[in-house]
């Protein structure tokens, strides 16, 4: 039965929706495919289904077509059925049908990936592990919100690309030191600021100041100054003028970060 592959018609009732696959379901888009004079029983397209061990139905990609057929009084409705797949040959598949015709959201994508296959999501899983590791979490689909939990996560993930795994994880390490996770500084300008802070001054950022500094300091407070800044219209920019800003404050002038280096 491993992997094994076929296209039959299935009791509908007994089909489950996987709702962390697949996008919410559209009640305007149903009841309008369900119409008389819009639906086309030859249009009906092959739902997508993953029979797990225990026989479950498992619905990855078609819970528009089976609401419509619902709609439409079926009792049963043609499938694909996929056998013996592993929970990330199932994120493989079902992510590949659901992006086939319409995009799928960023989160749904990234769950997709960090439970896929690790030889096909090698560098997004990696990511993932480093982001744990440091104590984050990346927004996937059952994920709780709140401190901790990264939202921007195609904005972070560039940023993994770029630098080196030692150098990524020191600058986050720092930041979750400094703000402990907290939602404001877990957005993406504040992120981006803070990278760029770390990229420019690197050589000349004292550790033990920078953490002293900045864990007194409210990040909602750093978002709100980079905010009103009308200097530059780069987010990232912003945020690190304000970053240099509080290092210096009442260091000697021999020691102040130079502002200008961010218009290099």
Known sequence: MLNKKEIKEVNINLLESMTEYQRPLNHEFVAEKSRDDVFDDNAVELVKVSVREDCSLKV???????????????????CELRYGLTIAEENDWFALENTKTRPQSSKRI??????GSYEKNIQEQNFNNTIN???????????????????????????????????FIE???????????????????????????????????????????????????????????????????????????????????????KMSKLDD
């Open 60 to 78: 990855g990609d078609g819970q528009h077509t089976i609401a419509i057929c619902r709609n439409r009084g079926y009792k049963k409705i043609r």
């Open 110 to 115: 990234w769950t997709s990936k960090i439970r």
């Open 133 to 167: 590791a440091i104590g984050y979490r990346l927004a996937l689909c059952d994920e709780k919100t709140g401190d901790g939990c990264i939202n921007c996560i195609d904005t972070l993930f560039n940023l993994f690309k770029i630098k080196t795994n030692h150098d």
């Open 171 to 257: 600058i986050m390490s720092k930041h979750k030191s400094c703000f402990n996770g907290s939602n404001a500084s877990l957005q993406a300008g504040f992120l981006q600021g803070v990278f760029n802070f770390f990229d420019i001054y690197k050589t000349n950022i004292e550790d033990k100041r920078f953490l002293k500094v900045f864990s007194n300091i409210d990040s909602n407070d750093i978002k709100k100054e980079s905010e009103n800044d009308k200097y530059t219209k780069n987010i990232g920019v912003k945020y690190a003028r304000v970053f240099v800003k509080y290092y210096n404050l009442k260091l000697s002038k021999n020691k102040q970060l």
